[in-house]
């Protein structure tokens, strides 16, 4: 059930909530017995979220209201909803928003409830890391993921490429590209995505040569050098024919419906493990799975196992021990578990993940592989971004791309620019 | 109604001896009026007014939805002006935009308006028809099947394609993905259009008349008596139209999926301000975007106004 609000409407409403929020006046149905729920997804994962509170409230007799949007819309959703004092009990929270929201106070720790109503005793180490801020728990990591090279195995038969395996590297890549452009299926689908507007795809390939994007003080952990290399390259496979062409990738504009894989226009795209799942139910061909390329046979530690998403604790909630009640059945219950699988990437608790494992389909069960077997692959878990990545990526890594890939710069202006600009962004936030 | 208007037919002094009071006579007169007018008075204050004096304050403040707002002075302007690539780059696209669509939709407008003018048979029909796009136009639909037509592999390229040529992904090329927006825009003529042919009725035939036995062309006929008598109605369009360009962003926002891209060729002032907002929490900045918006506005309908009366010839 998603409730859409139209733009005037939205700013109305929002105005009334901040103005509420400012004279202290609290909603009532911020006082009611019941939780409320708000979390971003598709209809897939709605259905699955709304199966285990319906459990819920079956087993506890407490109601969840739940209510999901789209990435894009969620966020200011939620931010509007803190502003008007008015968070629901429990919000989905990213890697990239946790810092700011925590040191805003606007999710409280779950510390007090850690050992009664949430039970964390064999909980992944490196997940529950993730969750805190300053040596507080604020989020509860809902399963692990990684970035992904998602490609399509039956366009791979057609041109005759062989499978990937985790063992291949950007030299790899321009062989499959090669191949690609000589076995010219499907009205010339090149070999991969243009990968140079892609974050994660730049972030894995900082951290294969000791870098990375930000360091844990929210600087740029890389330099004008490395931002001019990774587009020189990428200008290359543009024009070599391995990635598509910069009007092909601007039809992309944020949707999965409208990423080159789905479009049928590149057999690759990086993605992330649980996303499979999404992107299959969207296409008649098989799909496969596995790392990013390397930079150099041999050379690993880009990938990292990620909190997927968190669930947290709305700041204001006035019914804290019940939603953490609600936190630990989310985790734990293997009823619950069997309905969400790992739509929200690996359960973090063993009992659970023996729950599901059995049960799952064979996409679920690549995604499941991948993320246990990422073997040398694997680094450590970088520190989370600063408050400004996400307009950092916005503006300035998918914009420069396209630049380049139109023409408007070279691959010198936009490594340059790059730097400049992400250090401007940053010191204003 | 009917009361009020037998009442003030009255004689005066008699109206006066009949009243016992002014507050009673304001409250016989009046407050039915307001009454009706209270619930628009309401959301005019409480949702246009109130929002308004809210986001001038805000204006100069670094709200960002979490926190409470801190007074930062004229800095968000000063950085506009002096520090915003993104800004300028907004404002050159609006501009764009505004100068390109409005002339050419006022053109165009007119040109269908003409022809519906000359007495075919059934005009209602073609009225409505032609007037069905601006309807539609602001609307998510039409904007996701503009995406479709100039597709790479969308009906204009089909089309294109039948006579030989290949054309490009128009709206994913920088160089033409403004103007599919600006195409959509001319494609909404229906509303000045109506404009257009209620002053074009207004015209007294006599006039054409005359000029033909004094031998003057159609294109004479056009510019000497048409467009001088149509200047209060052209006017009248520009005007609304400029502030409708000014204020446009739907059809970008769906088109380009909220990024203004490709390569922020379609990246509308109104679409920045969102951005600014509601992408990146900055309601102190995109509070003073709005304002400067509005600003430019009314700059622009003020001189509008002021240059009129060297162009518009109202019948005196």
Known sequence: MTIRIDRRQFLMGSTAMVAAGAAGVMPAWA??????????????????????????????????????????????KLATQTAGGNAPDVVQMDYRYIVEYAKRNAIAPLDEFVGGALKLDSFDADQLEGGKVDGKLYGISLGANSVAMIY?????????????????????????????????????????????????????????????????DGKLAFEEADA????????????????????????????????????????????????????????QDKLGMNGFPRVAAGVGGGHYRKPSMFFSLGGTSANKEKAAEFLNFFISDPEAAKILGVERGIPCLPATREVVAPTLDEQSQVALNFVSNLGDLLGPLPPPPPASAGEIDASLIRTLGQEVGFGAKTPEQAGAELISGANDILSRA | MTARSLQSGAPAGERAATTPSLWARIWHNDAPGYLFLLPWLIGFLGLTIGPMITSFYLSFTDFDLLTSPDWVGANNYIRMFSNDPKFWASMRVTMFFVVFSVPLKLAFALAVAMLLNRGIRGLPLYRALFYLPSLLGASVAIAILWRQIFASDGLINKLLAMVGIMGPSWISNPKTSLWTLIILSIWQFGSPMIIFLAGLRQIPQDMYEAASLDGASKWRQFVKITLPLLTPVVFFNAIIQTIEAFKSFTPAFIISGGTGNPINSTLFYTLYLYQEAFGFFRMGYASALAWVLLALVSVFTAFSFLTSKYWVHYDE
């Open chain 1, 228 to 283: 001019v290399e990774w587009y020189t390259m990428w200008a290359k496979f543009r024009e070599a024919g391995y990635c598509v062409s910069a009007e092909d990738q601007a039809l992309d504009t944020g949707p999965l419906e409208t990423t080159m894989l789905v479009l049928g226009k590149a057999a690759m795209i990086p993605s992330n493990s649980n996303q499979l799942v999404a992107f299959q139910t969207l296409m």
């Open chain 1, 31 to 76: 006082q009611s017995d019941s939780l409320r729920l708000l979390f971003w997804g598709g209809q897939a994962r709605a259905d699955r979220t709304y199966g285990v509170t319906d459990l819920y409230t079956k087993a506890n007799g407490t109601a969840v209201e739940g209510e999901f949007l789209a990435w894009n819309d969620y966020w200011p």
């Open chain 1, 152 to 216: 399509n195995v039956a366009a791979f038969e057609e041109a005759g490429v062989a499978p990937l395996t985790n063992a291949w590297t950007y030299d790899d890549l321009m062989a499959v590209g090669e191949a690609f452009k000589a076995a010219n299926i499907r009205g010339g689908m090149k070999a991969i995505m243009d990968g140079s507007y892609s974050e994660p795809m730049l972030q894995n390939w900082l951290r294969q040569k000791g870098k990375d994007l930000y360091t844990a």
